[in-house]
Structure formats: structure tokens, C-alpha cells
């Protein structure tokens, strides 16, 4: 599979967590639903560059601005049925939502340890990609301590 849509492929793993989350703050409803709002917003901020980072790729290898933001776009357009799903299988049964979202996570990490990584290693930006790595991991956690 072609580097870039692999990468937009681990972004839109990567959305559908997001999605579940959404939708089981949503699900649980109550005095939740302040929480679930924020988290919405908070995934829907951090989804922009995301987004521009799926776009841009697109953009670099020679697709036009048109089809580079479809494709941008749908990468995250996930999130939505998924919340939905993930609200009403909240009503049901709240152990779906774990399993589901534990898949997701699973297939994200894969596709990015088992190809993106080493293919990066191969042209020879070991050093740039780990420190990118670890940078965005602690970006990541800051900001979940930060708005929590």
C-alpha cells in the first residue's frame, strides 16, 4: 500500500476512538453531557492538524487541493457515525464500547509500528522521527492532563 494512503488509513484508525469517546460521554448523558461537550471540542481542535497533516501529504505527492482535502476530510468524517453508534451501544451495554475502542487503538498502534516506522527508519530519519515521536507523546499527555 502507498505510503501516504497508509498514513491517512492510520488516521482514520486513529479517529475512530475518538469517535467512541465522543459518543459514550454522549451515551452516558446525565451529568456527563458538560464533559462530553468539551471533549468534543477538545478532539475537534486537535483534529485540524491532523487533518492539515493528511491534506498536505496528499498535496506533496501531486494531488490537487481539491482531492487532497476530500481525503482529509473523510479521515476524520469517521468520528460522527462512530459517536453515534457509541451512544446508542452505551444505552445498551457499556462493555461494546471498550472492546471496540480497544480494536481500534490496537490496529492504529500496528500500522504505525509495523509500517510507518520502519519505513521512515529506511530513508534515513531515525533520529528526526523518534524525536517526533516522543514530542508528540508528550504534547499528547500534557494536553490530557491539562483538560482534565
Request: charged content about 10%.
Amino acid at each position: 500500500m502507498n505510503m501516504i494512503w497508509l498514513f491517512a488509513l492510520a488516521v482514520t484508525i486513529h479517529n475512530m476512538p475518538e469517535g467512541l469517546s465522543v459518543g459514550v460521554g454522549f451515551g452516558a448523558g446525565g451529568e456527563f453531557i458538560k464533559d462530553a461537550i468539551i471533549l468534543s471540542i477538545a478532539i475537534g481542535i486537535q483534529n485540524i492538524p491532523e487533518g492539515l497533516s493528511v491534506g498536505l501529504s496528499f498535496l506533496s505527492v501531486g494531488y490537487t487541493l481539491p482531492k487532497s482535502l476530500v481525503i482529509a476530510v473523510l479521515s476524520g468524517l469517521v468520528e460522527i457515525p462512530l459517536s453515534v453508534v457509541a451512544a446508542a451501544a452505551t444505552q445498551i451495554s457499556a462493555g461494546i464500547v471498550s472492546y471496540a475502542m480497544g480494536f481500534a487503538a490496537g490496529a492504529m498502534i500496528f500500522v504505525i509500528v509495523d509500517e510507518i516506522l520502519p519505513e521512515v527508519g529506511r530513508k534515513g530519519h531515525e533520529r528526526f522521527s523518534s524525536i517526533g515521536l516522543m514530542m508528540g507523546l508528550i504534547v499528547m499527555l500534557s494536553l490530557d492532563v491539562l483538560l482534565t
